[in-house]
């Protein structure tokens, strides 16, 4: 079991990565890949990792960027690389 704190929340989890998801955990994994990988097939652009350590919880990466706000957003929309013609 992992506690900790993260701002002034305490969060209790299973495993020591978690996703947060606005002001709640959307899951608990044992791997930061794991995690990565929940973001990008079930949460949604505004979720973050965290990651325990010692008696805290500390964000492991910044947010994904979600693709439609990115440059490739066209690519992205259309299934195409962009460079449109």
């Given at each position: 079991m992992f506690a900790g704190l993260f701002d002034q929340h305490v969060i209790y989890a299973s495993h020591p990565f978690i996703v947060l998801e606005g002001e709640?955990?959307?899951?608990?994994?044992?791997?930061?890949?794991?995690a990565e990988d929940f973001i990008a097939k079930k949460a949604s652009y505004?979720?973050?990792?965290?990651?325990?350590?010692?008696?805290k919880w500390v964000i492991a990466k910044d947010r994904v960027v979600n693709p439609?706000?990115?440059p490739d957003r066209w690519g992205f929309i259309h299934g195409k690389p962009s460079g449109r013609q």
């Open positions: 709640d955990v959307s899951g608990s994994f044992s791997t930061f890949d794991a505004t979720a973050f990792i965290l990651r325990h350590e010692g008696q439609l706000f990115g």
